[in-house]
């Protein structure tokens, strides 16, 4: 199967994105990104997807080549008659400010970015900004780099599916497909007399050097433990591919059912900024239905990109004892939010708002 079916079908199978609702690439200029707008050119072409438009977004991490590669990108648009948008985020600037993880800020900002970009495309189209999607190129070498990731520092069940097809508004069209079958791709291209572009030293794509950095946790994975995991297994694409997703299947179920006792069972306070009570009733549940729905109230609690710590998965489970809530308990998660509990449930709220409560109690 090429690329393109593949996309397609990918696609499909996880009904990503409505014919004519826009779609926005998110270009970086390497390999993955690239094949990402040739593939999505040719969809737009058999009317498969509608108006594209393509962000890049120049970190200002690699000097000459970040504007190289902004200048690739720009190429590539032009080639394929899509309209581009070109972003300059200081990210090192931001992460001095900060304090933060370069990295994590670049994600944080780029993604930001892009749903800034297509909440205008929608406005400018007049459709519904929740149609629009943006086009990530996560392959399904990514997807294992993750996996292995989270082998190596821990996570749920869930974890283990490393990657979602559609998430929100953001699609990865290209996670069953390896990074090499993108590369024969556009090395392909040429044989089928399809324009390609190339940079100033006549790449088809873009290459980051850092990535061969093995002092980067994920360039580590990529480039020491995957390579001899393949050597064992040399279909371990396809291999793991179908495993995470049966990981994948079986984690939609249990967290439709997770979706239903927080419906039954988890009542919203008064703004719902102030949190939640937790029925009395979720004591009979089995621990793991408890964690998925302690998981799901802390991520609507917490911002996106914030780490939820199993001390504080315990700590709400902890809350319940013999079938009951725990009269009296109380904890501290996150830094700052409180749980508590007595016969009426328990109860997850900001510190500030839990001991305002005890204050006037």
Request: with cysteine.
């Amino acid at each position: 199967m090429d690329a393109v079916e593949s996309a397609r079908r990918t696609i499909n199978a996880h009904d990503m994105v409505g014919l004519d609702a826009p779609v926005l690439l998110m270009v970086s200029g390497g390999s993955d990104s690239t094949a990402l707008a040739y593939i999505a050119a040719e969809l737009h072409e058999e009317g498969m997807l509608g108006p594209l438009a393509i962000l890049h977004v120049n970190h200002k991490l690699r000097g000459d080549d970040a504007d190289e590669d902004a200048a690739f990108v720009a190429s590539l648009a032009d080639l394929l008659q899509i309209e581009l948008a070109t972003v300059e985020v200081d990210v090192a600037a931001i992460a001095e400010a900060e304090g933060g993880n370069i990295e994590a800020i670049a994600r944080r900002e780029r993604y930001a970015v892009a749903h800034e970009v297509l909440s205008d495309m929608c406005r400018e189209l007049g459709v519904p900004v929740s149609s629009g999607r943006i086009f990530v190129a996560h392959t399904a070498d990514d997807r294992i780099e993750n996996f292995y990731m989270r082998s190596i520092v821990g996570t749920g069940p869930g974890g283990f599916r490393s990657m979602l097809y559609l998430n929100g508004q953001v699609a990865r069209p290209l996670l069953d497909i390896g990074r090499e079958e993108l590369r024969d791709y556009i090395i392909g291209r040429i044989e089928r007399d399809r324009p390609v572009v190339r940079d100033a030293h006549e790449m088809l794509w873009r290459e980051d050097a850092t990535n061969q950095h093995t002092d980067r946790f994920r360039a580590f994975v990529r480039h020491e433990i995957i390579p001899l995991a393949k050597e064992r297994n040399p279909q371990l694409v396809s291999t793991l591919t179908r495993t995470m997703n049966l990981i994948g299947d079986e984690d939609d179920m249990l967290d439709a059912f997770a979706d239903d006792l927080i419906g039954r069972y988890v009542v919203p306070l008064e703004p719902v900024e102030d949190g939640y009570v937790l029925s009395p009733m979720l004591a009979a549940e089995r621990t793991p239905m408890l964690r998925r729905v302690a998981v799901k109230v802390l991520e609507s609690m917490l911002d996106p990109d914030d780490r939820i710590e199993t001390a504080s998965i315990d700590a709400i489970l902890n809350a319940f004892e013999d079938g009951r809530p725990k009269s009296g308990y109380v904890a501290n998660i996150q830094g700052n939010i409180a749980v508590s509990s007595n016969k009426q449930g328990v109860r997850i709220e900001p510190m500030a708002k839990f001991r305002t409560r005890r204050k006037r109690g």
